[in-house]
């Protein structure tokens, strides 16, 4: 896909999101929107993936290390054609297969269920390393919180994959410096986030991860790095496409009423409009 038509299907994938956590009266948007053009960029353009065979052997593996932005990760699987779009209003419903967090036993395309902060990225790294042991050529992709770097377990899987050499394996940072208590630096501060993954023997790459010109280039040299795990440490605004919600803390994990859900598609809706007009 070319530039484009990635931001059209991230304009789709930020109104999937909004409509889910709206249809759920809860959940978590304002993670889940900054890193959409993420969860785009690897679903219709980086990953080795089919929608039809979700299962297949040498497919690419993704952990959204972050589980709470589940939103986010159902609906790009949606808009891939995984399943309905329709289905993801009955997000965290009783008996709907779109739980709060990914559940890979229910939902077609979730490769690791998540949500326990730190414990995702641990996942990806014996993916990763099963991959190598294995000779298989597929790669491995985790999606963290900024905040979840708080977590110390993020630090011993880093470790071990710096350790290992584990070139198929890339960790990605939404750092849009906000979690559910504040701004990171004032919570608990993981910064610098380079410094502490170069320190751990992984390839670095600084990016502003709503730029799919950035995204695409980032990914391309993590593609061609050889011998050590790449971090893509992605700069992001949280909330973003949606006026109200932009670098808000107050929307980590609230979901829009109906006045709002409103506001929120109008945006929206002007965005695909630009879009179309390119």
């Given at each position: 896909?070319?530039?484009?038509?990635?931001q059209?299907?991230a304009?789709?994938?930020?109104?999937?999101?909004?409509t889910?956590?709206?249809?759920?009266?809860?959940?978590?948007?304002?993670?889940?929107?900054?890193?959409?053009?993420?969860?785009?960029?690897?679903?219709?353009?980086?990953?080795?993936?089919?929608?039809?065979?979700?299962?297949?052997a040498?497919?690419?593996?993704?952990?959204?290390?972050?589980?709470?932005?589940?939103?986010?990760l159902y609906?790009?699987?949606?808009?891939?054609?995984?399943?309905?779009?329709?289905d993801?209003?009955?997000?965290?419903?009783?008996?709907?297969?779109?739980?709060g967090?990914?559940?890979?036993?229910?939902?077609?395309?979730?490769?690791?269920?998540?949500?326990?902060?730190?414990?995702?990225?641990?996942?990806?790294?014996?993916?990763?390393?099963a991959g190598?042991?294995?000779?298989?050529?597929y790669?491995v992709?985790?999606?963290?919180?900024?905040?979840?770097?708080?977590?110390?377990?993020v630090?011993?899987?880093?470790?071990?994959?710096?350790?290992?050499?584990?070139?198929?394996?890339?960790?990605?940072?939404?750092?849009?410096?906000?979690?559910?208590?504040?701004?990171?630096?004032?919570?608990?501060?993981?910064?610098?986030?380079?410094?502490?993954?170069e320190?751990?023997?992984?390839?670095?790459?600084?990016?502003?991860?709503?730029?799919?010109?950035?995204?695409?280039?980032?990914f391309?040299?993590?593609?061609?790095?050889?011998?050590?795990?790449?971090?893509?440490?992605?700069?992001?605004?949280?909330g973003?496409?949606?006026?109200?919600m932009?670098?808000?803390?107050?929307?980590?994990?609230?979901?829009?009423?109906?006045?709002?859900?409103?506001?929120?598609?109008?945006?929206?809706?002007?965005?695909?409009?630009a879009?179309?007009?390119?």
């Amino acid at each position: 896909m070319n530039k484009l038509e990635l931001q059209k299907a991230a304009n789709e994938v930020r109104k999937g999101i909004v409509t889910a956590v709206h249809g759920a009266k809860a959940g978590h948007p304002g993670g889940s929107l900054s890193a959409a053009d993420i969860f785009t960029y690897l679903y219709f353009e980086e990953m080795n993936i089919d929608p039809k065979e979700p299962k297949k052997a040498d497919r690419d593996r993704f952990v959204l290390s972050k589980g709470h932005t589940a939103p986010g990760l159902y609906s790009v699987l949606a808009n891939r054609g995984y399943f309905p779009v329709e289905d993801l209003p009955t997000l965290r419903h009783l008996g709907s297969y779109l739980q709060g967090h990914p559940c890979m036993q229910e939902t077609p395309g979730v490769d690791m269920s998540s949500g326990s902060l730190g414990q995702g990225i641990s996942a990806a790294v014996g993916m990763a390393l099963a991959g190598k042991m294995d000779n298989k050529s597929y790669r491995v992709y985790t999606l963290l919180g900024d905040g979840e770097l708080e977590e110390g377990q993020v630090w011993e899987a880093s470790m071990f994959a710096g350790h290992r050499k584990l070139d198929n394996l890339v960790v990605i940072v939404d750092n849009n410096g906000l979690q559910i208590d504040g701004k990171i630096d004032d919570v608990c501060s993981p910064y610098p986030i380079d410094k502490k993954f170069e320190a751990f023997n992984f390839h670095v790459i600084n990016i502003d991860g709503n730029d799919f010109d950035q995204l695409d280039a980032a990914f391309k040299e993590a593609r061609n790095t050889k011998g050590m795990p790449t971090a893509i440490i992605c700069k992001t605004l949280k909330g973003k496409g949606v006026s109200y919600m932009e670098g808000s803390i107050g929307w980590h994990g609230k979901a829009p009423n109906d006045e709002e859900y409103e506001i929120a598609m109008a945006d929206l809706e002007k965005v695909g409009e630009a879009l179309c007009q390119k």
